[in-house]
């Protein structure tokens, strides 16, 4: 019995451990959401600015605009931003989920475990690179992920962008979109109407100048939106974690009771039974 005691203790002492590295995880994540809520207005208004200013400008284009010579490609491109590290429960599968029946288009995945989802799914993966871990990180990301969005259009190799991100929905929620962000010729009819701007350049040079910042601008925002949730579902995850770890500690401690109780009881016994020997 002094064996189960020990041992039943040895794991209080391992499942207490654990809750402490749990709550370490779950004030890491809490800290990160906080950041990113802070900064998600700015980067989402950022890129409307961008989005409003380059949709003005092809207002200004013939009635049936054509796009840049650059951009006439072949192929598609879908950006998907997965998570970079684990404990974040179905995350990276909700976001997959929707390239499964995509064929023919050059996935560009962002995140280590995002990455290994795709692949587990027999998803091929033309393009990847990790995801930003810490708010700091997040432009450059970005701006990294606009490089190689850039140089796959000089070389021909693209012609629409996707972003599929999960966006964050506040609290421990998300959810995942997928929209399209070039080419943007069917979206400048929002502002067909709106006054022309005043300009110094041609309307094409204009637009095929402000499209880098636009790209630049959506992924930026796309890498908030998808940090914050990555630590929204690690948050989550921890959470329930953290309950199971508390309802386990419960039941030993309960267990640990009961064993020393026990102890008690037989030492008791002992105790009586050689008292009445004594006595005859």
Same mark, same amino acid.
């Given at each position: 019995?002094?064996? @189960?005691?020990? $041992?039943? &203790?040895?794991? +209080?002492? !391992?499942? %207490?451990?654990?809750?402490? *590295? ?9 800290? @990160?959401?906080? $950041?990113? &809520?802070?900064? +998600?207005? !700015?980067? %989402?208004?950022?890129?409307? *600015? ?12 013939? $009635? ?217």
């Amino acid at each position: 019995m002094t064996e @189960r005691l020990a $041992e039943i &203790e040895s794991r +209080l002492t !391992s499942m %207490r451990e654990l809750s402490e *590295i749990i709550s370490a995880m779950r004030g890491l994540a809490a800290m @990160r959401i906080q $950041e990113a &809520e802070h900064n +998600l207005a !700015s980067t %989402r208004a950022y890129a409307g *600015i961008v989005r409003e200013s380059l949709l003005r400008a092809m207002s200004m284009l013939p $009635e049936t605009p054509r796009a840049p010579a650059a951009h006439q490609r072949t192929s598609d491109g879908i950006v998907v931003f997965g998570a970079e590290h684990g404990l974040v429960g179905d995350f990276n599968g909700r976001v997959v989920v929707s390239l499964e029946k995509v064929s023919r288009a050059l996935l560009f995945v962002i995140g280590a475990r995002g990455m290994a989802t795709c692949r587990e799914r027999g998803l091929p993966v033309a393009w990847s690179c990790p995801m930003a871990t810490h708010f700091n990180a997040i432009t450059a990301t970005a701006r990294h992920i606009s490089e190689e969005l850039n140089r796959r259009f000089s070389r021909g190799e693209v012609n629409t962008i996707e972003i599929v991100v999960a966006q964050f929905a506040g609290g421990t929620q998300s959810i995942v979109t997928r929209r399209q962000v070039l080419p943007v010729e069917a979206q400048a009819k929002v502002v067909s109407n709106a006054t022309p701007p005043l300009v110094n350049l041609r309307p094409m040079v204009l637009i095929e100048s402000m499209l880098e910042e636009y790209l630049f601008a959506e992924l930026v925002d796309a890498a908030m939106e998808s940090f914050a949730s990555e630590n929204a579902a690690r948050l989550a995850t921890m959470q329930t974690a953290r309950r199971n770890v508390e309802q386990k500690l419960d039941d030993l401690t309960i267990a640990a009771r009961a064993v020393r109780q026990d102890e008690i009881t037989a030492e008791l016994l002992d105790i009586v039974i050689g008292a009445q020997a004594a006595a005859e």
